[in-house]
């Protein structure tokens, strides 16, 4: 792959161009899979405002560089893009992007569940939301957790 697997931008990103640039001249891809997050409106029961997102440049790709050859050899699949955005965000504004290809959809939907699951829980991103009741830092859920631990 010559494109690069990992984006960390405050620029938005367009999905089709994303996915046919992961697949351009991949004649072994019989499916793609993806994924976008979006900031919604509500969480915990309060109205979010906007969420700003901030990472540590060069241990956050890392992070996710592993995470995807991790998905390279586990689910054997032909390429990956994940980007995160990160700034300032507004409701319906999109996230992220996990893009998998592979031969055969069974492995692109689990590599891309997999690496999602991962970007949730181990990739160093800290997410602050703005609400009614003022600014708030975002855990990690118990069910990201619980959803990561079964590919353990």
């Not at 161009?17 to 019989?30: H, K, M, S």
């Not at 900031?39 to 956050?60: C, F, I, K, Q």
């Not at 980007?83 to 319906?92: S, T």
Request: hydrophobic residues 45%; charged residues 25%.
């Amino acid at each position: 792959m010559t494109a690069a697997r990992v984006s960390i931008q405050t620029q938005d990103f367009d999905l089709s161009a994303e996915i046919a640039a992961l697949r351009a001249g991949d004649a072994r891809v019989g499916a793609v899979c993806s994924f976008v997050g979006t900031v919604r409106d509500r969480n915990e029961g309060d109205t979010v405002a906007s969420m700003e997102l901030e990472h540590y440049p060069g241990m956050t790709e890392k992070s996710i560089e592993a995470i995807i050859d991790k998905a390279v050899a586990r689910f054997g699949i032909h390429g990956a893009r994940v980007i995160h955005r990160i700034g300032l965000l507004q409701p319906m504004d999109q996230i992220v992007l996990v893009a998998v290809t592979s031969a055969h959809r069974g492995k692109s939907f689990e590599a891309c569940e997999y690496i999602m699951d991962y970007l949730k829980s181990e990739a160093p991103f800290w997410k602050k939301e703005q609400t009614a009741q003022g600014a708030r830092w975002v855990d990690a859920r118990v069910s990201d957790e619980q959803a990561l631990a079964r590919w353990q």
